[in-house]
């Protein structure tokens, strides 16, 4: 099992920036693909980004592409999601997961086993 504490939320104006971080406790396998997902108010949860564990390969939600980006420092068993030019339509809590899904369900809430407890962003305009 690992234990998954985000950090980073908050408020920030339309056009700001905010770096999301993720921090793991307990065995990371290599296997491992750490998402991050998000769910607006009366929206379901909607995939953000991807970082595979090993080799570092990213993938984006084409709502976000260019303006988010998605990181890993294995050193420090932490992901992070860097957001840049905000939305007010970003506003939402944002979760941090991990699993091994296979590359076709990287994008799939369903394919990850431990989730932390999320964050909550919120984009004034």
């Known amino acids: 099992q690992v234990q998954l504490i985000e950090s980073g939320g908050g408020l920030v104006q339309a056009g700001g920036s905010l770096r999301l971080s993720c921090t793991a406790s307990g065995r990371i396998y290599s296997s491992f693909a750490m998402g991050w997902f998000r769910q607006a108010p009366g929206k379901d949860r909607e995939f953000v980004g991807v970082?595979?564990?090993?080799?570092?390969?990213?993938k984006v939600a084409d709502s976000v592409k260019g303006r988010f980006t998605v990181s890993r420092d294995k050193a420090k068993k932490t992901v992070y999601l860097e957001m840049n030019s905000l939305l007010p339509e970003d506003t939402a809590v944002y979760y941090c997961?991990?699993?091994?899904?296979?590359?076709?369900?990287?994008?799939?809430?369903?394919?990850?086993?431990?989730w932390g407890q999320g964050t909550q962003v919120t984009v004034s305009s």
């Open positions: 997961a991990a699993g091994g899904p296979a590359e076709s369900r990287l994008f799939r809430e369903d394919a990850y086993n431990n």
């Open positions: 970082v595979r564990w090993t080799g570092g390969s990213t």
